[in-house]
């Protein structure tokens, strides 16, 4: 039996988090991983994802020429190469943070399937390992819908799709939340018909209604088909293509594609683990209950990552190891005390972080709402991406932003400024006073708080 002080299920961009700290300490360290070093952000996620968008953006800016005064002709996609660069990159990634751990003395990177057998005891490839301190990180995986005949016909999830060698004729994505809307845009752009079919009423259903709206206008102009308020009753499939019945507003129509991405939602991973033989709590989805520093219910066990259910992005899962850390190691970070943020890497991408309108009118605070168009920044203007705007909310009572949504160029970027903004209970009489770079988007960020000033002038606050 082998002993740890510190045991890691899972390699997702937690654990490369706790490696940078636990390393040094000369502490034994132990490493699981099931399938591929890095998880799903490097494999499968942010990385390769983010690739592919960079690449669709590159090849539809060329085809705009004559808008910016130049001509492009004879414009040619060639997919075997953009997946090179996609793959060469994420491969990149996991081979890196193998190496690291592989000519690292105090690591020992198993790869298998980790069960718990006991409380602080697991067993991978028949042989049983201790340890101190558990840490898992194990994520999530994506989730199908029960649609009748989805079972006996070829989709692909998230992952799947990244492994095609051919841009798909016809990709019908059921979902459309923040997964199928950026491969939509992504796939069109690379010259697939694309449509998506959302069974809510709009499009990212935790975003605020005008901004669903907006991103559905701009895949709209780009040629992507929409079916919102849609049911999927009946996928079938014959030769390579899958025929998808729909329903939608009551009246049937039959979806023809070559492909289809399910992108209903993902669940976690936990059911793999044996949890049961631990004492380990999992809430009714399946993620696993933490406390404010991700501890589990057994002492020195530790959940990071999607898999506790809170966050689902890279950036939480770092800043969940960090928090571990500063429960081990000293210092003050929980996870009460820190605010959403997110990105949808759509083009133009959407920037969010805190409350969204309709969670802010529900709250009870007095909120001030500001919107200013991207149509109106000169930046914006002179980059020809004036597609989107900017919305500021503020609780009129202590002059602070309670949540920001930047849709528009550069908006993945600039929402970083609010979050320190808000992180640091910066009023917005302050903020407002801050000198900018001109010519920039982001300088006429303060600029969207007159907005704000003139609603508490119109109610004498």
């Known amino acids: 039996m082998k002993h740890f002080s510190h045991l890691i299920i899972g390699t997702g961009q937690?654990?490369?988090?706790?490696?940078?700290?636990?390393?040094?300490?000369?502490?034994?360290?132990?490493?699981?991983?099931?399938?591929?070093?890095?998880?799903?952000?490097?494999?499968?996620?942010?990385?390769?994802?983010?690739?592919?968008?960079?690449?669709?953006?590159t090849f539809h800016q060329a085809q705009r020429g004559d808008f910016y005064g130049f001509r492009a002709e004879n414009l040619q996609l060639d997919y075997g190469k953009v997946r090179a660069r996609m793959n060469s990159i994420r491969n990149g990634g996991s081979k890196g943070l193998t190496n690291w751990m592989d000519n690292t003395p105090n690591v020992d990177l198993m790869m298998g399937t980790a069960r718990f057998i006991g409380k602080k005891q697991v067993e991978v490839n028949g042989e049983a390992c201790t340890a101190d301190h558990i840490y898992i990180n194990v994520g999530t995986r994506p989730?199908?819908?029960?649609?009748?005949?989805?079972?006996?016909?070829?989709?692909?999830?998230?992952?799947?799709?990244?492994?095609?060698?051919?841009?798909?004729?016809?990709?019908?994505?059921?979902?459309?939340?923040?997964?199928?809307?950026?491969?939509?845009?992504?796939?069109?752009?690379?010259?697939?018909?694309?449509?998506?079919?959302?069974?809510?009423?709009q499009l990212m259903p935790r975003e605020d209604e005008d901004v669903a709206k907006a991103v559905q206008e701009f895949l709209e102009e780009e040629g992507i088909d929409i079916y919102c308020h849609a049911n999927t009753l009946k996928i079938t499939q014959?030769?390579?293509?899958?025929?998808?019945?729909?329903?939608?507003?009551?009246?049937?129509?039959?979806?023809?594609?070559?492909?289809?991405?399910?992108?209903?939602?993902?669940?976690?991973?936990?059911?793999?683990?044996?949890?049961?033989?631990?004492?380990?709590?999992?809430?009714?989805?399946g993620y696993?209950?933490?406390?404010?520093?991700?501890?589990?219910?057994?002492?020195?066990?530790?959940?990071?990552?999607?898999?506790?259910?809170?966050?689902?992005f890279t950036h939480t899962a770092v800043n969940d190891a960090e928090i571990v850390l500063d429960k081990l190691f000293g210092g003050d970070r929980t996870l009460d005390g820190r605010n959403l943020i997110y990105g949808l890497f759509t083009d133009p991408p959407l920037g969010r972080v805190g409350m969204t309108e309709k969670d802010?009118?529900?709250?009870?605070?007095?909120?001030?709402?500001?919107?200013?168009?991207?149509?109106?920044?000169?930046r914006a203007k002179e980059m020809g991406e004036t597609k989107g705007f900017a919305k500021l909310l503020v609780d009129a009572d202590t002059d602070l932003i309670l949540g920001a949504s930047i849709l528009g160029v550069g908006g993945d970027e600039i929402i970083n400024m609010f979050a320190t903004i808000m992180h640091s209970n910066i009023p917005c009489k302050h903020y407002r006073k801050v000198v900018l770079v001109h010519p920039t988007v982001s300088e006429l960020m303060p600029w969207i708080l007159d907005g704000i000033q003139e609603l508490m002038e119109e109610k004498g606050l």
């Open 288 to 312: 696993i209950e933490v406390d404010n520093y991700c501890e589990t219910a057994v002492k020195g066990v530790y959940a990071v990552g999607d898999v506790n259910g809170h966050g689902g």
């Open 238 to 285: 014959k030769g390579d293509s899958k025929e998808v019945e729909i329903q939608v507003n009551g009246e049937a129509k039959l979806l023809s594609g070559d492909q289809i991405l399910v992108a209903a939602g993902r669940v976690p991973n936990s059911d793999t683990l044996n949890l049961e033989s631990t004492g380990i709590k999992t809430n009714a989805r």
């Open 360 to 378: 802010a009118r529900k709250s009870g605070k007095n909120v001030l709402k500001a919107i200013r168009p991207m149509s109106r920044i000169s």
């Open 143 to 201: 989730s199908a819908p029960p649609i009748p005949g989805l079972d006996a016909v070829d989709w692909l999830d998230s992952a799947g799709l990244l492994d095609l060698d051919k841009v798909p004729e016809h990709l019908v994505i059921i979902g459309g939340g923040y997964i199928g809307v950026e491969f939509a845009q992504v796939f069109r752009r690379f010259g697939a018909k694309v449509s998506i079919i959302q069974r809510g009423t």
């Open 14 to 57: 937690a654990t490369g988090v706790l490696l940078g700290k636990l390393i040094p300490t000369k502490a034994t360290i132990g490493v699981i991983e099931a399938d591929k070093v890095g998880g799903s952000c490097v494999n499968y996620g942010c990385t390769p994802t983010k690739t592919l968008v960079a690449s669709a953006k």
